[in-house]
């Protein structure tokens, strides 16, 4: 009887034994309560009004139009930016910190931007908020090839089992979107816009063009399409290996080459990923991307309107 017991508590007893196992990892500055504000001030033909620029980072003030490089370590870029077109100053805001408990969280949207100057430039794109490790390139100076100002992705050998944070989603309820360039007129794009996270884990390589090739070591794409509350510690597997042929592959998602990434090469020079295989599943990664954004669709494509929250990112082992 007492043998019989002994068993039954063990085996009761290993969940909560696995669960004591697991290991939470907090991503630096992850948990959103730490901001730069930038003051960034537009040219005078536009207004010359100040605008606020918030980056993930140590918590501080830095006024006037200078080029922003991450601060304090910090592994996160954002759709955020200061550009420069044609001599005259314009910002972009699409990621906002915002109160939630006795910190922060982040809130990412889609909106339609422009800059209008008479006989000399004459813009409207729309702009998707998008939080993401890497960094971006400052100023821009144009909406051709914007991606290429992206540094996609940090250095990275871990291999965890899942990705954590809190989310929060708000739908604009168009069942179509748009595309709007700046240089061509506004189009619909069938298909009703959702918020994404994408995390890829990469094995990088460079040849001696200064190509990055990479083969794709890990995966956990997710997709939110209704509007949804605050949903806390939602955890993701990573899958390794190729995962083509498994239930939850979902190619528009996580094919190879999804996203059009690019990075900079040993030179400095902004270079597209060419994400030309599958790893295998016991590879040991040398990079990470993460990315959360507001739509989905690529640049100048979504429905304003939508927003996605996001706090207290993790990676879990």
């Known amino acids: 009887m007492k043998i019989r017991l002994t068993a039954a508590l063990a085996f009761v007893a290993l969940p909560f034994i696995a669960q ?10 992850g948990n959103m309560d730490q901001w730069v504000t930038r003051k960034i001030h537009e040219s005078g033909v536009i207004g010359g009004d100040t ?20 601060q304090g370590g910090s592994p996160w870029g954002n759709s955020n930016v200061m550009a420069k077109v044609m001599g005259i100053v314009k910002t972009n805001t699409s990621v906002y910190p915002e109160r939630r408990g006795n910190g922060y969280c982040a809130r990412l949207e889609t909106h339609i931007e422009s800059v209008k100057v008479l006989g000399l430039v004459n813009i409207t794109v729309l702009a998707s908020g998008s939080m993401f490790l890497g960094d971006m390139k400052e100023p821009i100076t144009g909406t051709k090839d914007g991606e290429k100002a992206l540094n996609s992705g940090v ?6 089992k899942a990705i954590r944070y809190d989310y929060k989603v708000q739908m604009s309820g168009e069942p179509n979107r748009i595309r709007q360039t700046g240089f061509s007129r506004k189009s619909t794009v069938p298909g ?12 990088r390589t460079e040849d001696a063009n200064g190509n990055i090739i990479a083969k794709r ?8 399409s ?10 993701y597997e990573i899958q390794y290996g190729d995962i083509t042929h498994t239930p939850d592959y979902k190619a528009d998602l996580m094919k190879l080459g999804v996203g059009g990434y690019y990075a900079r090469n040993s ?25 959360f954004t507001s739509s989905f669709g690529g640049a100048f494509v979504g429905s304003p309107g939508n927003k996605l929250w996001i706090d207290n990112v993790c990676l879990v082992y």
């Open 267 to 291: 030179k400095g020079e902004s270079v597209l990923i060419q994400e030309n295989g599958w790893a295998d599943a016991d590879e040991t990664p040398t990079h990470l991307i993460l990315q």
């Open 226 to 235: 209704k509007t949804e509350g605050w949903r806390d510690q939602a955890t």
């Open 192 to 203: 009703q816009d959702c918020a994404i996270m994408t995390c890829l884990l990469q094995k």
């Open 20 to 29: 004591a196992q697991e290991k939470v990892v907090p991503l630096k500055y």
């Open 217 to 224: 070591v890990g995966t956990a794409v997710i997709r939110y």
């Open 51 to 70: 605008k606020l620029l918030y980056e993930l980072g140590p918590t501080k003030v830095i006024e006037g139009n200078e080029a922003y490089v991450n």
């Open 155 to 160: 250095k990275f050998t871990s291999r965890p």
